[in-house]
C-alpha cells in the first residue's frame, strides 16, 4: 500500500510538472503562464485537470494545422505570405518613411508591394453592393466571394441571383461562408445558392457529429473576386448596409480594386477554399493589368503565426507617425503593444485620434473599452463617439502617405483569433481622402474626457472593469 502512495504521489506531482512546463513553453504571456504554474502546483490534479479543459489552445493548435495544410500547397511561401506578386509590378513608395514601412511589411509577410493598382471607397451597401452585383454580372471566367455574414434580404437575394446567373453561363462560381457567421441568419441564401448548382463551402461550421466546436476559429475575411476586378473591406452581406434599414442601419465601407493586388485577393481566397474543399485549383491566370498609381500589399493573418502580422504592421506605423494618425474601428480593445505605440506617438505631439461607435451592436464591448482609455487620454490621445448609426468601418492612415483598410477590428478576437485580411495603401491622395472622411466623422462625434470618465459612478467602473477583464474573450 505505501508503494502505491508513493507512486500514486509520483503520478500526480508529474502531471503538475507537465503541465507547468507547457505553459511556460507554449503562453505568450507572462502572467498567463504564471497563473497556470501556480494553480498545477497549488492544487495537484485538479489543476492539471482544469489545464488541460482550459488553458490549452486548442483553437491554436487547429489553427496550425490550417496554415500547414495552405502551406503545403503553396510550396516556397512563409506561412503567412498571402501570394507572388505579378512579375514587374514589385514597386516602393517615394518618400524614405513610406520605404522603411514598406520593408517592415514585406518582412512581416514576405510579400512586397505591388504597383499599379487602383483602389476605390465604396460608402455602405447602397455603393458596395451595385458595384459587387455589376462585377458579378460582367464575370467571364470566375466569381470568388468569402463572408462572415450572407443574411438573407433583398442584398442576399440579389447577390443569390447574380451568382446564379453567373454559374448558369459557365463562370467558375465559388462562395465561401463562415460556419458561425452564417448562423446569423435563419434563412441561408448560401443553401438557395448550393441546391441551384452552385459551389457553395462553409468554414469550420460547429456540429455535434462529428463534435467540433471551433467557435474562436472565424473566417473573418471579407473578398469579393470578380476575373480582374476585387473588392474587400469590413461588409458583410446584409440589409443592415442599406440606408432602407432605419434603426437598424450600418455604416461600413468597402473598397473596389483593380490592378495586380487583385491577384493577392484571388490567392487568398484559394487557400481557404481548398481548406475547406480540398480543391486548391487555381483559376486561369488573367491579364496583369495597371490601371493606377496604388502601391498595395494584401496582408493575411489569423492564429497559428508565431507572428500577429496585423498587430505588428499597425504598432510599426503607428511609431512611424510624424504627424498624424487616424483610427475607426467598430470595436477598441487593443493589444498592449498597440496600447504602448498609440501612448508614444501621442506624447511625442503625435495628432492622434480614435473613431469609436456611439452606439454599438455590443454595448459590453463599449465598456470594456472604457476601462483602458484613461491612458490614452493621459498621453494626448482624442478619442471621440461617432453618433449613430453603428460605424462598422475599419480604417488606419498615418500622416500623408499610408492607409490600412480590411476586415480586422482593433480587439483581441481579430488579432489573436480569427482569420483576417487587411490591405495596405501607400498613396497621398488615398490617405488624404480617407482621413478627411474620418475628420468629418470627428465633427460630428463627441469627445471623450478624463475628467467625464472619472465622474462615473462606482457600479459603471466596476462594469467596465469587469468587462475588461475578460476582453481578451469578448
Not at 132 to 150: C, G, N, P, R, W
Not at 168 to 186: C, M, N, T
Not at 318 to 323: E, G, L, S, V
Amino acid at each position: 500500500m505505501l508503494v502505491f502512495h508513493i507512486l500514486l504521489g509520483l503520478v500526480i506531482h508529474s502531471l503538475s510538472w507537465v503541465a507547468a512546463i507547457h505553459a511556460l513553453l507554449t503562453k505568450h504571456d507572462p502572467r498567463s503562464a504564471l497563473g497556470w504554474t501556480a494553480c498545477v502546483f497549488l492544487v495537484p490534479l485538479v489543476g492539471p485537470m482544469l489545464y488541460a479543459l482550459f488553458g490549452i489552445s486548442r483553437a491554436q493548435s487547429h489553427a496550425e494545422k490550417i496554415l500547414r495544410r495552405e502551406a503545403a500547397h503553396d510550396p516556397g511561401r512563409a506561412l503567412r505570405a498571402c501570394s507572388p506578386v505579378p512579375p514587374g509590378t514589385e514597386s516602393q513608395p517615394e518618400r524614405e518613411e513610406a520605404i522603411i514601412l514598406a520593408g517592415t511589411g514585406r518582412r512581416l509577410t514576405g510579400v512586397p508591394l505591388c504597383g499599379g493598382n487602383a483602389v476605390t471607397p465604396l460608402h455602405n451597401g447602397d455603393e458596395a453592393y451595385p458595384a459587387m452585383l455589376e462585377a458579378i454580372d460582367a464575370a467571364k471566367s470566375h466569381v470568388f466571394l468569402a463572408t462572415y455574414i450572407f443574411n438573407a434580404g433583398k442584398a442576399g437575394h440579389a447577390f443569390v441571383d447574380a451568382l446564379t446567373r453567373a454559374a448558369d453561363r459557365g463562370v467558375d462560381v465559388r462562395v465561401l461562408v463562415d460556419g458561425v457567421g452564417a448562423l446569423y441568419s435563419w434563412h441561408k441564401p448560401w443553401e438557395v445558392l448550393k441546391r441551384r448548382g452552385v459551389r457553395t463551402a462553409r468554414f469550420l461550421p460547429p456540429s455535434l457529429i462529428p463534435p467540433r466546436f471551433s467557435i474562436n476559429l472565424r473566417n473573418h475575411r471579407k473578398v469579393l473576386v470578380c476575373d480582374t476586378v476585387g473588392f474587400t473591406g469590413g461588409m458583410n452581406i446584409s440589409d443592415g448596409n442599406l440606408a432602407t434599414a432605419g434603426k437598424h442601419r450600418i455604416q461600413d465601407m468597402h473598397f473596389r480594386c483593380v490592378g495586380p493586388v487583385v491577384s493577392s485577393l484571388r490567392h487568398a481566397f484559394v487557400l481557404h477554399w481548398g481548406f475547406c474543399t480540398g480543391d486548391y485549383a487555381p483559376p486561369p491566370p488573367m491579364p496583369i493589368e495597371t490601371p493606377g498609381d496604388h502601391h498595395c500589399r494584401v496582408v493575411v493573418d489569423g492564429p497559428g503565426n508565431d507572428a500577429d502580422v496585423i498587430n505588428d504592421l499597425i504598432c510599426s506605423a503607428i511609431n512611424m507617425a510624424r504627424k498624424r494618425v487616424r483610427i475607426m474601428t467598430p470595436y477598441f480593445l487593443p493589444s498592449h503593444d498597440l496600447m504602448g505605440s498609440l501612448r508614444s506617438a501621442g506624447q511625442r505631439g503625435v495628432d492622434v485620434r480614435v473613431v469609436l461607435p456611439a452606439k454599438n451592436n455590443l454595448p459590453y464591448m463599449n465598456w470594456a473599452t472604457c476601462r483602458l482609455l484613461p491612458g490614452l487620454l493621459t498621453a494626448g490621445v482624442r478619442v471621440l463617439l461617432q453618433p449613430p448609426p453603428f460605424a462598422h468601418t475599419k480604417l488606419l492612415v498615418v500622416d500623408e502617405y499610408y492607409t490600412q483598410v480590411g476586415s480586422a477590428n482593433l480587439d483581441a478576437r481579430s488579432l489573436r483569433l480569427n482569420f483576417e485580411l487587411n490591405m495596405e495603401i501607400f498613396d497621398p491622395s488615398f490617405a488624404g481622402g480617407i482621413a478627411d472622411f474620418i475628420d468629418a466623422a470627428v465633427e460630428k462625434g463627441t469627445e471623450i474626457t478624463l475628467a467625464e470618465l472619472n465622474a462615473e459612478p462606482l457600479p459603471v467602473k466596476l462594469r467596465n472593469a469587469a468587462c475588461w477583464l475578460f476582453s481578451p474573450y469578448l
